[in-house]
């Protein structure tokens, strides 16, 4: 008869994933919540993580039951929130394309005041000496940063920040001709 109780104790079993899942779902759930940011979505979450876990298609033994759990839900999670992004991208609002205020050509005199404008720039920094214009055009036209001209030139980062000041202020009268009267 002693021998009954030892047979017992032998025979309990492990929890299963799903009994593991249960028992920490507050730890769980604030995975999820931490992935995907909204209650209403790790709820979502826990709810498909538990079936995958439950309702898998084979037993499954883990070595680390909670890890295992915490694997599934952070998985689920990620694939929820790539999800939402690609859905995001492809969602269509209720706009009426008709209503849109799409921008036409521009107007004949807005285009004569931009080609004016354009003409007193260039005549502007043809005036300057050719070092602050092409420290200007180097700047304003090919992007590179002070440094990197100071660096092209050989010259003190202060000179150039100074050039690139000098013909800014020299081309500011040139906005004038593009304010509509």
Same mark, same amino acid.
């Given at each position: 008869?002693?021998?009954?109780?030892?047979?017992?104790?032998?025979?309990?079993?492990?929890?299963?994933?799903?009994?593991?899942?249960?028992?920490?779902?507050?730890?769980?759930?604030?995975?999820?919540?931490?992935?995907?940011?909204?209650?209403?979505?790790?709820?979502?979450?826990?709810?498909?993580?538990?079936?995958?876990?439950?309702?898998?298609?084979?037993?499954?033994?883990?070595?680390?039951?909670?890890?295992?759990?915490?694997?599934?839900?952070?998985?689920?999670?990620?694939?929820?929130?790539?999800?939402?992004?690609?859905?995001?991208?492809?969602?269509?609002?209720? %706009?009426?394309?008709?209503?849109?205020?799409? @921008?036409?050509? #521009? &107007?004949?005199? $807005? !285009?004569?005041? /931009?080609?004016?404008? %354009?003409?007193?720039?260039?005549?502007?920094? @043809?005036?300057? #000496? &050719?070092?602050? $214009? !092409?420290?200007? /055009?180097?700047?304003?036209?090919?992007?590179?940063?002070?440094?990197?001209?100071?660096?092209?030139?050989?010259?003190? !980062?202060?000179?150039?920040?100074?050039?690139?000041?000098?013909?800014?202020?020299?081309?500011?009268?040139?906005?004038?001709?593009?304010?509509?009267d």
């Amino acid at each position: 008869m002693m021998r009954e109780p030892i047979d017992m104790a032998l025979h309990v079993s492990e929890p299963t994933l799903a009994e593991v899942f249960i028992a920490n779902r507050p730890q769980l759930l604030r995975v999820a919540r931490r992935i995907v940011r909204t209650a209403e979505l790790a709820d979502d979450v826990m709810q498909d993580a538990y079936l995958k876990i439950a309702d898998g298609p084979c037993v499954r033994k883990a070595d680390r039951p909670i890890g295992y759990c915490c694997q599934v839900v952070r998985n689920v999670a990620l694939d929820c929130c790539r999800r939402h992004t690609v859905e995001a991208s492809y969602r269509t609002f209720d %706009i009426d394309v008709e209503t849109l205020d799409v @921008a036409g050509p #521009p &107007a004949p005199d $807005r !285009l004569m005041r /931009e080609r004016q404008a %354009i003409h007193a720039i260039d005549k502007v920094l @043809a005036a300057l #000496p &050719a070092r602050t $214009r !092409l420290v200007f /055009e180097l700047y304003r036209l090919e992007g590179l940063t002070q440094r990197e001209i100071a660096l092209r030139l050989g010259c003190a !980062l202060g000179l150039v920040n100074g050039l690139i000041a000098e013909a800014a202020q020299a081309i500011k009268e040139c906005g004038r001709l593009l304010v509509d009267d």
